[in-house]
C-alpha cells in the first residue's frame, strides 16, 4: 500500500539563512496543517531539517566562484513519515556518513550531521554536479 501525502511544501531560493528561515516556517505550517504527528517527531525532525539547510547555507561553495548556490526543497507528510529533500547546486560534499562519528568535546564542529542521523530514520546524499540531501523520520505515537 502506498501512503497517502497529507500535505506537501516546495521552496527554492539562494542557499543563506533566510531560506533556512523559510524550510523552517514551512514545515510549521505543514505540522499545523497536519493532525497527529507527535512533538518527538516534530521535534527531531525540525532539527535535522534545521540543520541540513543551515549547513548548506554555511558550508556550500558555489560551482563557479561567479555563481550563486541555489536550493530546491521539498518538504512533505504522508501517513507514514515526515519527509525533506535539499537539492544544491553547489560544489559536491565530500561526506562518508556512514563514518561519521561524534567528534570530542573540545572540537567545536562535527556534531551536525551525526545529529541529523540519530534524528531520522534515513538519511542520504548524492553528489555529482551539486548535492542532494534525502531525510526520512517514520512516525511514531506520542
Known amino acids: 500500500m502506498t501512503p ?19 524550510v523552517l516556517d514551512a514545515i510549521q505550517r505543514l505540522y499545523d496543517a497536519v493532525e497527529g504527528v507527535s512533538s518527538t517527531d516534530q521535534m527531531m525532525f525540525s532539527l535535522a531539517v534545521c540543520e541540513i539547510s543551515t549547513n548548506i547555507a554555511v558550508h556550500a561553495r558555489p560551482l563557479d566562484e561567479h555563481d550563486e548556490v541555489l ?26 556518513l556512514r563514518a561519521l562519528v561524534l567528534p570530542d568535546e573540545s572540537r567545536e564542529s562535527g ?32
Open 4 to 22: 497517502e501525502q497529507i500535505a506537501a511544501a516546495r521552496l527554492s531560493g539562494a542557499a543563506d539563512l533566510e531560506l533556512v528561515d523559510a
Open 71 to 96: 536550493v530546491d526543497v521539498e518538504l512533505s507528510i504522508d501517513d507514514l513519515a515526515l519527509a525533506a529533500t535539499f537539492v544544491d547546486n553547489a560544489q559536491p560534499a565530500q561526506i562518508a
Open 111 to 142: 556534531r551536525g550531521l551525526v545529529l541529523v542521523r540519530s534524528a531520522v530514520d534515513d538519511l542520504s546524499h548524492e553528489a555529482a554536479r551539486g548535492n542532494i540531501w534525502r531525510l526520512r523520520r517514520l512516525r511514531r505515537p506520542d
